[in-house]
Structures are given as C-alpha cells and as structure tokens.
C-alpha cells in the first residue's frame, strides 16, 4: 500500500499539474477584438440545374458603436435580463459553469455560461462555433481574461455590437434599423426592453413569426404574445432592479408594446427568391440533425443545393401574374383588394420540390403563401375520404364503432350515396349523428343543390366528378373519420395542420395544410400509393466538405391498385367534371377543386403521372400593421358572383402545367383493377346526375341512365350485399330499374315492368335501361 505521504505528494503534483496547465492556458489565449468578429461569409444558393440563385445570408448588416451612443436604457435591460451582477462579477457565473461541466459530464449536451461577457465570447468566437469539451474550456479560458483585463464597458459595447437580433440584424444599430427605422441612440426604454427580449432568440421572439422553422411554435400569433410577455417582464425587472422606475413603465404598459416596422428583405430576395431561400433554410435546419443551425446558417460560409426548377419557378410566377393583370382589379373592386395566390409543384417519383409561388414579392409581402397560410382546403380533402373508404371499407352498422378489418366492406366507386341536399348526416349504424347540444347535422351541397331527385342517388365517381358534399360526409361517417385522418395523413399532410376529427365537416377539409403538403399528398396517388415527403434541399457544403445529403425514404401509403383507383376517379373530375378548365389535352390529368364555407378560399390540386401541383387562392389583410388579419370572403371577387377552384386556381393550373409539361414524355395513369362491392341504397348504375335546385314548382325528371364508367360491372355477388339485398333479384332489378327495365311511373303488383320491388325482368318503380 502507498504511504499517504505518496498519495499526498501525487494529489499535490496532478494539481500543480492542471495549475500549471490552466496558467498556460490562460497565458496562450486572446481577447477578442469587435472588429474580427464581422468576417462572416455569405451563403450561396444554387438552382436545381446547379447555377447559382443567390448569395446572401452572412454578416454584412452591421454597423459597429461607440459605448456612448447605446443607450443607458439598452444597457439596463441587458442587465436586468441576463446579468443582474454584471458591473460587480469576474465575468464568469460559478454556478453556470459547475451545471455545464455536470451535464457534460453525463454526456449531455454542452452548455455555455449565462455572463454577459461569456455572451460577449462566444460572439466573438466565430471560427468556431462546435459544441465541444475543448471548444467550450477556451471559451471559458477567454472568458475568465476578458474578465480580469477588459473594461466593462469595452464588454458590454461588444456584446450589443456582435449579437444576433434577428433579420439580419448583427448589433444594436443594425437591429434598431431594422425593427424601428431609428438609430440606436434615439431608442427609448421600452423600445430597448423589446431588443433585449430578441437577443433570448428571435426566431421565437421576433413577432413577425417564423413558421418556415417552426409552424407550432414560431407562428405570428405566438411570437407576439412571446415577445410582448417578455418585453413586460424585462420593464417589470428593471424597476425591481432601480433602473427604472414604476411610473415609466406604467407609461410604457399603457402606451402598449412599441410598434415594429415590417421586415424587409434585400433586394436580392425580391419576387420569389425570398420565399426560396426561406424554405431552404428551415429544410437545412429541420432536417440536418443538428449539424446545420440557425445560428450557423447566420454566420455563413454554406453552399446550399435546392430541388427548385429555375424555368417552372418563372412559369408558375407568370400564370400568377397573367391572372392578377387580367382579373383581379383593386383599384376598381373593393372585393379585389387583399386578394393572395399561393402555389407548388412536387416531383411524385421522391418528393422534391420543383416550384413554389409564395407571393408578389418576398421584400414586399412576408408570408409564403406556399407554406402554411391557414386557408382551408375545402374538396380537395374528398379524395383521402374515398382513400380511406378504398383502403379499410365501411363498417358493418350491426357492431360496434370499433371493428376489425374483415368486419368492414370495402367499398366500389359504384357504391351509391345520397346527393341531396340538406341531407340529415347518420352515424355509421344509422343513429342520427348529433353534437354535444343535441343538434342534427343537415348538410349542404354548393349552390344547395340536390342531385337525381326524387331519389338522390349518386355513386361515388359522379359525386366527386360534381363535389357533392352531402355523399361525402355520410360515407366519411361509414368509413369513420378516425381513418379518414389517418389516410390523410399516409398521403403526406402533417398532424398538425388537422382541424377537429371529431365534426362531419371533417371530410369537407376543415383542415388547412399548405399547398407544398397538398401537392405532395396529391402527388402519393400520382406514384399508385408511394410517399415521398417534400423536400428542397439535395446537398449542403461547408467549406468543401459536404456535411448533408438527402436521402430519399419512400413509404407505402396505399396498395397500388387503391391509389390507382383514387387517380381514376379523380381523372372524372377533370375529363368532365368540376376540373375541366384543367384539361391539357393529350395528357392524363386527375384534381379535385375545392371551395370552402363563406368562399374565403379556393383551391385547385391536380397531377399528371411526373407533376403535381396545389393552387390556393384566399383574400386576407395580412399586413404587419393590420390588426384585422382573417380571411375575408371572395363573393365578387375578381368579377364573378364566387370563386370556385375551377375559376382562377384551375386556370392557374393549367397555364403553369401547360408550360411545365412541354417536352416531357407523354405518361397514362396505370389502370385501375376492379376494387370493393357496391354499397348504398340500390345496386343499379347511377343516372347521369341531374340538378334540382330548390326552390323549384316543377317536377323532377326522372332519371337517366349513367355514363359508362372505367368500373367494370359488379357480379351478383358483389351485387347483393347486406346494403342492397332487400331490393335484389334474380335479375338485378331494383328500385331504380334493372337489366331488362321498365317504364312504368307507378307501382304495379303484377310480374311486368313497373314492379316497385322489382321482378324476374328487372322492373322497377322508375323503370329501367331495357
């Protein structure tokens, strides 16, 4: 055993060894000087085709201060904020440091101190911004000397003049440009208690918002009452600390939160650049598992390769444009004023995004309108209902809600549902559906028009070829919107963009996804049920070294022939539906129109086989001043009595398409295999949809027979279900007709054509095709 004399001696000597370690340390490391930290770099953007679209994003908005010329006020709160002891302490905080060693030690994630002047050195630390032991033992090395041989004032100038404010904004002169048009010295104190909230970061605190980072967390609304509530504690802490007394900032609260200029761009962000660079940069930081930051990208030195099609951004842009000069009249319609399109174009085959039209100007308008906006998408959100039908089938009415797969009934886009309107919504068991008041859900069609009176019979192909909302909520009702959801979300769309499941008007698309979302969902049955989540960004490098590759991770959402099926129906709706304004002739397209309640938005979102594109069209005030930011209805608008997804988001569409589309290879939709059983009230094929649009004196006529679909005809078997076996036959008569038919109007009880249950000729109440 070592005496304890050795065992001294030895403890005594690693001391002296780390003491002697440390001085050196301390002996070798600089303090750092203003000026070197403004050497940041620019990023550069490059277009898909690999030339180069902008280069921006590093340090070129600051202008270094004197200490004189910062305001008392911006120093006070500062203090009162992050550092209470700073013009008494060394420049370190003991506790912090203790914590950071702690949690590194258990292999967390490396902290830095809470001083102001180790703030101030890690500002100034700009060539290396890594998140190591080594990295953060200089920091503290640095931060120790800057305390003991640096005047508090020469820190305090530093940290105002090197932090990061947001905007672009490196230093309290470049940020009092930028959210206040004024020089730093001409801050007030209130003015200076919202700066000083910023430096806690202004992606969360910049009332402005940054949805394009963080859509849950950074919104518009969010970030202001973030920053409001942050601004009135800073008042409130500058009064305890005698900076600042109580009846100032019971001035400054009465006053209200200091008003903010908008944010402004430079000018190499302008028409749809901005939006560009914007989308890129939270893809980076999204997605490149912290190796690429915020902060990171602020300082520079990236080259950054995007998914964006240089010509498709140009065509989308101009069929925009094309419409605005052409319809939309602010000058002469008051209806026209505040109108917003917003747009983008997703490859199927991986999910990359081609093109984006965010709106007339990134330097000018400030939200991008491709990204989330809040605008509902109405029909378009029919066809993951009818996914969802295709997929898991109605549920037996007989069981419970909850039922297995092999209890339910896949369902044949020949399954019949009513289309009238007004229609009394049921559960799935035929309970009448109610809310928690015991009110009655009575749905609605566009324009309150009821389809194929007198019985109202639609199957599934017309009624999303005509957006009959009256088929689809029941059949969202049958099919339980529990799965409605969750065919949304295998499509692409995120969880958060969902309004409540819990309402029918789930189906109707509630929801408000943005338009990037909803051409990649749209774009999953473009690829027969793959998914690709969008993405702009293909490689990053950072000084020659490429630190990020996207990989593509496909998904299977849907079966092949499921997908497929949704395609071909949703072909209906553009070959002779609500969709025709969309048609690129020679080329198989699919969409679905979508228009909501109160017509304050409208969409158009369709696909070829290797393109599919969203088209949002909303009016809404969405000005950083405007204190009335909703969305305002469409009726007039653009001179017409409402907007409808195939008025200018179908005609958008397909200028954009129509250009998009020259010289590529002319692609069909697969061909869909015959999927499901015919459910509904009757199993004979649906009449050509014929309109009655209360209130009306005239009889309806009767109906007629349907088109011939791509659905081939259904056996007996299929036929006869436990939906339809009360009016089978032999034949297939039913209560509409049959195979043979009649065209009797009244009922007859004898074997002959007329029978109102229908008999071994096929007879029926209505007649038949025979």
């Not at 002739?585 to 109160?598: C, E, I, S, Y």
């Amino acid at each position: 055993m070592p005496s304890w004399r050795l065992v001294t001696g030895a403890c005594v000597g690693f001391l002296g060894s780390m003491m002697a370690a440390a001085g050196i340390a301390y002996a070798l490391v600089d303090t750092p000087t203003v000026a070197d930290t403004a050497k940041a770099q620019n990023n550069v953007y490059y277009w898909s085709d690999g030339t180069q679209m902008v280069a921006t994003g590093g340090e070129t908005n600051r202008q270094i201060i004197n200490y004189e010329d910062i305001p008392k006020s911006m120093r006070y709160a500062v203090m009162s904020a992050e550092n209470k002891t700073f013009e008494t302490d060394k420049g370190i905080d003991p506790m912090g440091i203790a914590r950071a060693v702690a949690n590194m030690a258990k292999g967390g994630q490396t902290q830095g101190g809470s001083t102001i002047t180790q703030q101030y050195v890690k500002n100034a630390m700009l060539n290396d911004q890594s998140q190591t032991v080594s990295r953060k033992l200089k920091e503290l090395f640095v931060s120790i000397k800057v305390g003991r041989t640096v005047g508090k004032k020469t820190v305090m100038a530093g940290y105002l003049n090197t932090a990061y404010y947001g905007r672009g904004a490196y230093g309290i002169q470049a940020a009092s440009r930028a959210y206040f048009g004024e020089n730093a010295s001409e801050l007030n104190a209130s003015q200076t208690a919202f700066l000083a909230s910023v430096l806690k970061g202004a992606t969360y605190y910049d009332p402005a918002g940054s949805p394009e980072i963080d859509p849950i967390n950074a919104t518009r609304e969010k970030n202001t009452e973030r920053a409001k509530a942050r601004w009135s504690w800073i008042l409130g802490e500058e009064v305890k600390d005698g900076r600042l007394s109580a009846s100032e900032r019971a001035t400054f609260i009465k006053k209200g939160f200091p008003e903010l200029k908008s944010p402004r761009s430079n000018a190499q962000l302008s028409g749809q650049v901005g939006y560009l660079v914007d989308l890129a940069k939270a893809y980076v930081i999204n997605n490149s598992g912290g190796k690429v930051t915020a902060n990171a990208l602020q300082r520079g030195g990236y080259e950054i390769h995007t998914t964006f099609d240089k010509t498709k951004v140009k065509q989308l842009e101009a069929a925009v444009k094309k419409v605005r000069k052409e319809s939309i009249k602010p000058d002469q319609r008051e209806k026209d004023k505040y109108v917003q399109f917003g747009g983008a174009s997703v490859s199927p085959e991986d999910g990359a995004i081609k093109a984006i039209y965010g709106g007339a100007d990134a330097t000018k308008h400030f939200t991008n309108n491709a990204d989330v906006t809040g605008a509902q998408v109405g029909s378009t959100f029919k066809p993951f209902v009818l996914a969802a039908a295709f997929k898991w089938g109605v549920r037996n009415p007989d069981l419970a809600a909850e039922q297995p797969d092999s209890a339910r009934t896949i369902v044949s886009p020949k399954s019949l549902y009513s289309g009238k309107n007004k229609l009394k919504i049921q559960n799935f068991d035929g309970t009448v559906w109610k809310d928690k008041e015991g009110k009655e859900w009575l749905q609605t069609n566009d324009g309150g028009d009821s389809l194929n009176p007198p019985t109202y019979q639609i199957d599934l192909r017309e009624a999303m070829r005509e957006s009959v909302n009256s088929a689809y909520v029941q059949l969202g009702m049958d099919v339980g919107l529990d799965k409605v959801k969750q065919s949304a979300l295998r499509a692409g769309l995120l969880e958060n963009s969902f309004a409540s499941a819990n309402y029918p008007s789930f189906s109707l698309g509630t929801s408000d996804p943005s338009a990037i979302r909803m051409a990649g969902a749209y774009g999953t049955f473009a690829a027969s049920g793959q998914q690709n989540d969008p993405y702009s960004v293909t490689e990053v490098y950072h000084e020659g070294d490429r630190i990020y590759r996207h990989e593509k991770k496909t998904e299977s959402a849907f079966d092949a022939n499921i997908a497929n099926n949704v395609t071909d129906v949703l072909k209906t709706v553009v070959d002779k539906g609500t969709g025709t304004a969309a048609q690129l002739p020679g080329r198989d397209v699919a969409g679905k129109t979508g228009t909501t309640d109160g017509n304050k938005s409208a969409w158009f979102v369709g696909y070829t086989k290797q393109l599919s594109t969203a088209i949002t069209m909303y009016r809404m005030d969405d000005n950083e001043k405007s204190k009335n930011r909703k969305f305002l209805e469409m009726y007039g608008t653009g001179g017409q009595d409402k907007i409808h997804g195939a008025s200018f988001p179908a005609e958008i569409w397909h200028d954009y398409m129509a250009q998009a589309m020259q010289g590529q290879k002319y692609e069909t939709f697969p061909a869909p295999e015959p999927i499901g059983k015919i459910v509904g009230e009757t199993a004979s094929p649906t009449p050509t949809p014929t309109v009655s649009t209360p209130p009306s004196s005239s009889a309806p006529a009767s109906p007629t027979p349907s088109e011939t679909s791509a659905d081939p005809s259904p056996s007996p078997s299929e036929t006869c279900n436990k939906w339809t076996d009360w009016d089978c036959n032999d034949t297939g008569g039913t209560t509409d007709g049959g195979a043979d038919g009649g065209a009797s109007s009244s009922p007859s009880t004898s074997e002959t054509p007329g029978d109102t249950r229908g008999n071994q000729n096929g007879g029926s109440l209505f007649g038949g095709t025979g």
